[in-house]
């Protein structure tokens, strides 16, 4: 089996990779995990007076180190997505779920467990893709260097 070799040198690669990084991706992972933190921080704090969430809390934190906090327009079909279930507000609780559709009225159609469910949460969280980590590690990389 022959192995594929990129006739492109890296520096043009990694070029081309960070002119096609828009605006709104320039971040570093501190910068995200921060966001992450400060939207579960949101979720939980009035709440925090019932032991479960306390729990609950700490595991969504851990659970959600590679995902990052997603505006409703920016989710697309089949993006892996966890949001809160609030509704007992005394066992707040993570859902993960695949996204189907963006729905009027800001809803979410997410399946879950094989079931789908039409959602509307304050915050979404989308899993980080590789080409993601790549493009936050360019940015990183380039932030240190200057």
Avoid: W
């Avoid at 979720?43 to 906090?69: G, H, P, Q, S, W």
């Amino acid at each position: 089996m022959e192995k594929y070799y990129s006739t492109i040198p890296m520096d043009d690669q990694i070029s081309a990779i960070l002119k096609n990084i828009s605006k709104k991706e320039i971040r570093t992972m501190e910068e995200v995990q921060k966001r992450t933190r400060d939207a579960v921080h949101d979720i939980f704090e009035e709440f925090m007076c019932y032991k479960n969430n306390e729990v609950n809390k700490k595991l969504a934190l851990m659970e959600l180190e590679d995902y990052e906090v997603i505006d409703l327009g920016n989710i697309h079909k089949h993006d892996d997505i966890i949001y809160f279930k609030t509704r007992y507000f005394f066992n707040i609780q993570l859902v993960k779920g695949k996204a189907i559709n963006v729905l009027s009225g800001d809803r979410l159609s997410v399946k879950t467990s094989g079931k789908i469910f039409h959602v509307r949460c304050k915050y979404y969280f989308r899993k980080l893709t590789e080409e993601d980590k790549i493009k936050i590690s360019l940015v990183e990389a380039i932030c240190d260097n200057n």
